[in-house]
Nanobody, 115 residues
Framework: EVQLVESGGGLVQPGGSLRLSCTAS????????MNWVRQAPGKGLEWVSE????????YYAGSVKGRFTASRDNAKKTLYLQMDSLKPNDTAVYYC????????RGQGTQVTVSS
């Protein structure tokens, strides 16, 4: 059974930074590309980032490109999302997922960007 547990969210001021983590179990983490998706209040799921199984390739939504950086540590079965220059419209619940549509995702971690 795929299990994904996100952490690291919180309240941050505009322009600030946060680092999210996602620990995985129940599948061979190192064989899977992994994704971050988010859901803002009252909106649907939005794909944010994908990282290849080995970590050598990363892809980003236009809204976060240049500000967010995905990485992973396959030995620790952990996925990361470094978020810099945060904006109020980055406020959302962030999930790690095994696919871009977020069909298999964790419980999420809340990120609130507000002054």
């Amino acid at each position: 059974e795929v299990q994904l547990v996100e952490s690291g969210g919180g309240l941050v001021q505009p322009g600030g930074s946060l680092r999210l983590s996602c620990t995985a179990s129940g599948f061979i983490f190192s064989l899977y590309a992994m994704n971050w998706v988010r859901q803002a209040p009252g909106k649907g799921l939005e794909w944010v980032s994908e990282i290849s199984s080995g970590g050598g390739y990363t892809y980003y939504a236009g809204s976060v490109k240049g500000r967010f950086t995905a990485s992973r540590d396959n030995a620790k079965k952990t996925l990361y999302l470094q978020m810099d220059s945060l904006k109020p419209n980055d406020t959302a619940v962030y999930y790690c997922a095994t696919s871009r549509d977020g069909a298999s995702r964790g419980q999420g971690t809340q990120v609130t960007v507000s002054s």
